[in-house]
């Protein structure tokens, strides 16, 4: 049905594609008529523009005008040479009418999916054009540092000779060089600068240190690399602090160690046993023989000779037998009984069982007896004979054991996870005593970059390195939640499609498939599928050895360094020349990358390697057939291997692909094997022999959706939980901002001075209370603490108190204090001491609010494998909204008290917090062991909205009608929680 009525109207791409069509021919209508422009007259045109903007024209009305300009500019230049990263560069580029499409596509805020080699560089030019006429800032983002240089260099004179000014941030610049970079009409750099950045003006101790100016209007090129790979994990700014959670990863090791030894045996055991049961091919015996291979499975899951078994005909088959009965009967638990701890690979979860936790000292026992603590705070709310302040430390002292045992429990399981799941050169290598984290997508070494959680230290402890300092995150966002601030956002890649529901979900970019200028004719063939990694290997190196020897280049794509290594020593036995590129060294592999299309060139590159670089054929290629490309295992997500291909055929070149696929490769392993594993049983395949057949590469695809669903589902998790930080995030850098950029925050100062009594008086002496019961003594304390203020009270007065009246004494007396005090120091240093206060105050609580709201994350993903206590993002929402309310109050008063406290000699930041704030590290977090299992579902429906991203961007800031204090909410308002429901249906209705 559907295919009929694409083939009666063609797909809705085409469709929106055809509307564009009047537009391309309005540009090529004004193109025309510039030519007899002089330069001078052309150039005229941007005041122009900016003129009529100005009367109160749109971006909109004068976007077919723009384009044609810059289209004319570009013609202008045809045939003159500039350098781009250090490279003469001739121009020779003047948009194609699909370029144009897709300038519009980007221009409308979309996303604009465009094949490899069709010149998004210079498609991102006009839409820049027009928006940066605005005056307010254009930012294009692009993957890697150099590419935002070389992209500055390259269009450069194009919006040069325009007269746009154009700013290009780079890793090591300084705050000062930033801030003109900012300033200009146009500033390129990577989403990790713009984002830091971003986070760092947060940080600022005084309004003039800010660097961004505005957050307008975004391109980000290699969009799906940014806002999908890079997104899984948000932007960290940390500094590292004193703490003793070394010790307790060193201490708990040897424990660990005995587990994981203890473990192999019994999993070796196992699988001997299983052998035995079934060599003796009695029937009876082959479940059993299930079970056991079953266990061994979910014990460890990488040991050697299990994979070795299962990759015997028909095992893989067995096993999911056995897993399917267990999980029929729901009896899986048995399997898990006979082990000392189980992992789910597919859901990212570990767990001792009893027996497991018998073998820890009697000492470590006792922390797995984790405490119900609801029934414990219940029993304590329920007890009469407690006065308030008991219950308070009571509840609190629950609390404090609650956290101690589950970051003990924590770091066991992070150990674990250390041993059976991270293998060393696989998912990290050892580097000067360091571990590293190997990037899954890209194999490229991340220096500096630690997983979260403890993950590294677990790591660290195992590889017995130092384990170092965990470090407190003074800083984060994700980079969803950054992109989400732009009013407009646009992206352009090779690859888009399968993700659209993504960038519609999350940033409602909505995706656009703009044709090629010349259409493909690359020969994708079908996948090779080998039993073992060995014979697929082979077969790749026979096939390399084949093109090169009739000259033909071929790019072999892997998935990890650890791949293109071996891939490289057996070349290199075969005495082929070759480049291997990790995306280490971005200008470099571009260089290399640029010849991968000569004659005989090989080349190994993992899959960011060299990304953005156009390859050309060199000479006589194109009769030999074009750019070859080999895949060397199947990626995660379909989009990485359409990447791969897409490296090959561009404008029309000739060109081939095709991916060597093994039962080993981990996807298969993982996903598909067992089918796979019983398929080849069927067909009668032997070890040594390939198989390419639609059904298999129809199970491939299955597994890589299922995976791309599940990455999806990470994501949103990661996000979920950013969300309801992210109100936060927007109140407390707000009213930070105020603090920073006001003349006078004496009014706010004034405002909070009373603010504090009220909520004084609240606490000591409620309203229905007789004065004589009030709490005056614990009332007077807190006044001198907070105001210095010495305050008695007489006995016989005391009955005849009201509250309105001890209110009106209390605030004449403290604003005496503080009115003698702005006299004495005069109003300049009395509103500088304010901001200092403010800022000072609202930082270090941040910072502890961030520390716990990460404990809190924790402990709720183990709360909730506890079970029964509702969904975990829930709980999160409601225990972190009631953080907040706590942090506010407690910065109220710090501030207050900081404002009457603090004497003339403004305080100096203590040399430790100096050298904290020096050593602060930008960092990409890694989310990795965060608890997923919970997070996977369905993504939600697409909703169905007018203006998408002014809508996703107002999502973002609802909440941010927050001034100083978390507000008295409407019972109609949306719940600050940020749940998105209305505050009587969610936080109102606990109350
Ligand atoms: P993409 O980013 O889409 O992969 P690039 O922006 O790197 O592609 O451009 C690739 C190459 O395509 C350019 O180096 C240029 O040689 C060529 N190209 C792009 N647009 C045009 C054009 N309009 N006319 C001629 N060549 C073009
Ligand atoms: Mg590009």
Redesign the pocket.
């Known amino acids: 049905m559907k295919n009929l009525i694409e083939k009666m109207f063609g797909t809705k791409h085409e469709r929106d594609v055809k509307k564009m069509q009047p537009l391309v021919a309005e540009i090529n209508n004004y193109f025309e008529k510039l030519k007899s422009l002089s330069d001078e007259e052309l150039q005229a045109k941007t005041d122009e523009f900016k003129a009529r903007l100005a009367e109160g024209k749109t971006v909109d009305d004068i976007m077919t005008e723009a384009f044609a300009v810059v289209k004319e500019t570009c013609r202008r230049h045809l045939g003159q040479t500039w350098d781009v990263v250090n490279q003469p560069t001739e121009w020779?580029?003047?948009?194609?009418d699909v370029?144009l499409i897709g300038a519009v596509a980007l221009h409308q805020g979309k996303i604009a999916e465009?094949?490899?080699?069709?010149?998004?560089?210079?498609?991102a030019t006009m839409p820049t054009y027009l928006n940066a006429l605005t005056g307010k800032g254009v930012h294009i983002v692009t993957v890697n540092d150099y590419l935002a240089r070389r992209d500055r260099e390259w269009m450069g004179k194009i919006y040069e000779f325009l007269g746009l000014s154009l700013g290009v941030i780079q890793n090591q610049m300084t705050n000062e060089e930033r801030r003109e970079m900012y300033k200009c009409d146009i500033t390129f750099g990577t989403a990790n600068e713009f984002g830091f950045d971003y986070l760092r003006d947060n940080m600022a101790q005084r309004a003039e240190d800010r660097v961004h100016r505005n957050r307008y209007y975004a391109i980000i090129?290699e969009v799906d690399s940014i806002l999908i790979d890079e997104a899984r994990t948000p932007l960290i700014i940390s500094g590292q602090v004193e703490s003793s959670v070394h010790d307790r990863y060193r201490q708990m090791k040897p424990t660990v160690d005995v587990l994981f030894r203890k473990q192999t045996m019994l999993v070796n055991d196992m699988i001997a046993k299983a052998e035995k049961l079934l060599a003796s091919g009695n029937a009876d015996d082959e479940f059993e023989a299930g079970t056991l291979l079953l266990a061994a499975t979910r014990g460890s899951p990488k040991n050697k000779r299990l994979l070795k078994v299962l990759k015997e005909t028909g095992m893989k088959k067995l096993v999911t037998d056995v897993e399917s009965a267990y999980m029929r009967d729901k009896k899986l638990h048995e399997v898990d009984d006979r082990l000392y701890f189980f992992i789910d690979e597919r859901e990212h979860s570990i767990a001792l069982t009893d027996q497991g936790t018998a073998q820890l000292s009697p000492e470590e026992q006792k922390l797995f007896e984790i405490p119900d603590i609801s029934t414990m705070l219940s029993e304590i709310e329920g007890d009469e004979s407690l006065s308030p302040e008991e219950r308070q430390k009571k509840t609190d002292e629950i609390y404090r054991v609650h956290g101690e045992l589950s970051e003990k429990v924590h770091a066991i399981n992070q150990l674990l996870r250390a041993w059976t799941l991270y293998e060393k050169d696989v998912e990290y290598v050892l580097q000067d005593g360091k571990v590293m984290i190997v990037d899954e997508f890209t194999g490229r070494i991340l220096p500096g970059r630690r997983y979260s959680d403890g993950l590294h230290q677990a790591i660290e402890a195992k590889e017995g390195v130092t384990i170092e300092a965990e470090s407190q995150t003074l800083a984060t966002i994700t980079l969803q939640n950054y992109f989400r601030m732009y009013d407009k956002l646009a992206g352009?890649t090779?690859t888009a499609e399968t993700e659209a529901g993504e960038f519609w979900d999350i940033y409602k970019l909505d995706v656009a498939v703009i044709p090629t200028?010349e259409s493909c004719i690359r020969d994708d063939n079908e996948d090779q599928i080998y039993r073992t990694r060995r014979e697929k290997y082979k077969a790749i190196i026979n096939e390399i050895v084949e093109k090169h020897n009739n000259g033909q280049p071929v790019l072999v794509g892997t998935v990890s360094v650890d791949v293109s290594e071996t891939l490289s020593r057996m070349l290199k036995r075969s005495g082929i020349p070759h480049n291997v590129l990790n995306a280490k060294q971005h200008q470099r592999e571009a260089e290399i990358v640029t010849h991968a299309g000569e004659q005989g060139a090989v080349t190994i590159a993992t899959n960011m390697a060299g990304r953005?670089?156009?390859i050309?054929l060199g000479d006589g290629i194109v009769e030999r057939g074009g750019l070859h490309i080999i895949g060397t295992e199947r990626h995660e997500a379909r989009r990485i291997d359409r990447q791969l291909r897409g490296r090959s055929g561009?404008?029309g070149d000739p060109g081939s692909s095709i991916f060597y696929l093994s039962l080993e490769d981990d996807l298969m392993r993982l996903f598909g094997g067992e089918r796979l594993g019983s398929v080849m049983d069927r067909l009668g395949v032997k070890d040594d022999e390939v198989i390419t057949h639609k059904m298999v590469t129809k199970a491939i695809e299955r597994a890589q959706k299922k995976v791309e669903l599940q990455n999806f589902a990470i994501r949103k998790h990661t996000l979920d939980y950013d969300d309801v930080m992210n109100v936060q995030r927007n109140w407390i850098y707000e009213r930070r901002l105020a603090a920073l950029e006001r003349e006078s925050i004496k009014e706010e100062v004034v405002e909070l001075i009373e603010d504090v009594l009220e909520g004084l008086i609240d606490d000591h002496c409620p309203e229905k209370v007789y004065p004589e019961n009030w709490n005056l003594t614990g009332f007077t304390d807190e006044l001198r603490k907070i105001y210095l203020l010495n305050l008695q009270f007489k006995e016989e007065d005391i009955p005849d108190l009201t509250r309105e009246k001890l209110k009106e004494q209390v605030h004449g007396a403290v604003m005496h204090i503080y009115n003698q005090k702005e006299a004495a120091y005069g109003e300049e240093i009395m509103r500088q001491l304010e901001r200092y206060a403010v800022l000072s105050t609202i930082d270090r609580h941040w910072r502890d609010h961030l520390a716990e709201m990460d404990e809190l994350r924790t402990g709720i993903g183990l709360r909730a494998y506890h079970g029964g206590m509702g969904k975990p993002i829930d709980i999160y929402k409601v225990e972190a909204f009631k953080m907040l309310e706590a942090t506010s109050v407690a910065i109220d008063r710090e501030i207050v008290n900081l404002v009457y406290k603090l004497q003339i000699s403004m305080p100096e930041k203590s040399r430790a917090e100096r050298r904290r704030e020096a050593e602060a590290v930008a960092s990409h977090a890694d989310t990795t062991g965060m608890g997923y299992a919970s997070a996977v579902q369905a993504p939600a429906g697409a909703p169905q909205e007018k203006n998408p991203m002014a809508e996703a961007s107002q999502a973002g800031r609802q909440q941010r009608t927050y001034r100083r204090k978390v507000p008295k909410v409407g019972r109609n308002d949306p719940c600050p929680c940020g749940s998105g429901k209305k505050y009587k249906k969610c936080h109102g209705a606990m109350e």
């Open positions: 020779n580029m003047v948009p194609f370029q465009m094949a490899t080699g069709e010149g998004k560089t210079l498609v090129d352009m090779g200028n953005g670089t156009d050309r561009r404008q």
